[in-house]
């Protein structure tokens, strides 16, 4: 494949990352291949997996220690999916995240309604998941992606709570194994501190957590330190992307626009001081690893520059090429 490019990236060895239990997990989405990879984890039916075994093996080739991976109800009762899903881990020494999505239901599109179509049945795929990869103690559980159908308020706010509880007791899940999504689009991890929930927290970060007008490197910085800082909880950012075809200036075509590469500076930015103080990200999942020519993706040629970020981003090394 002419877009493996990446291999030559590489600055930290598979062996070197697997040895040391501590070291953040530099991790990697892989979505289904179905749909956009903006909205396909939300068709309903079995997801499609449609990563070769090659292209495999480039994942830890190139720095990447974990996956994190959607899965629906549906998918969760398929033998053959599920093999698959096993196959995926497999590639990074089972280490990474089982992600459970939402399902469009009738009349919805995009991402849903931001809520469980049934908390009963995502319970009963949870404990079933669990029999699965029991065994498999570096694969933990995100529990629900992005709950932005809850009310911001003190009662929304228990109610999605109250909800992710029973998935637990119910789905017979192990709670250091577990991971809860911040409320709205996985950005407001302080709720769910503040509600008393004490395992780990996944965070979510996109350029548009801003608007246009207030973007800059040290104010998405700013952001995310302001919405990390204060909690003792694990925090993982289980998703971050931005646009990846930067040209040398930081620049993305056609807006002409420097926001995505600020926004990958601030993050880089945030994660270090949050470091500094003590509280360090666990971990951090680039979207996305389906090499299908997005401009989010880490593998085409044209987003070579925006990789250097992700690497700079994961392996706490100095900036290069793209600051001013």
Known sequence: MNRLWFVGLLTISWAACSARGDDPHRGLNLPPTQGTTNAGAFQTGVYRFDYSPEFLKQIPASGFTHIRVPVNVATSKDSEAMQKIASLFSAVGDRGILCMFDTNEAGETGHGNGKPNDVASIANAWRQLYRMFRGKPNIVFELFNEPFGYAKTAAGRDEYINDMKIIIRRGRLPSRRCIIDGMGYADDIQSVAKAGWRGALGYHFYPNWLGDDDASAEAFSKLIVQQCSGISNDIYITEFGTRLDFDKGGRTPPE???????????????????????????????????????????????NRLGALKIREIQDGSEPKLLDQ
């Open 256 to 302: 002409n626009s420097s926001q995505d590469h600020d926004a990958l500076v601030g993050l880089r930015e945030a994660i270090n001081f949050l470091k500094g103080e003590g509280r360090p990200i666990k971990g951090a999942y680039h979207w996305h690893g389906w090499d299908n020519g997005d401009t989010y993706s880490y593998w085409d040629q044209a």
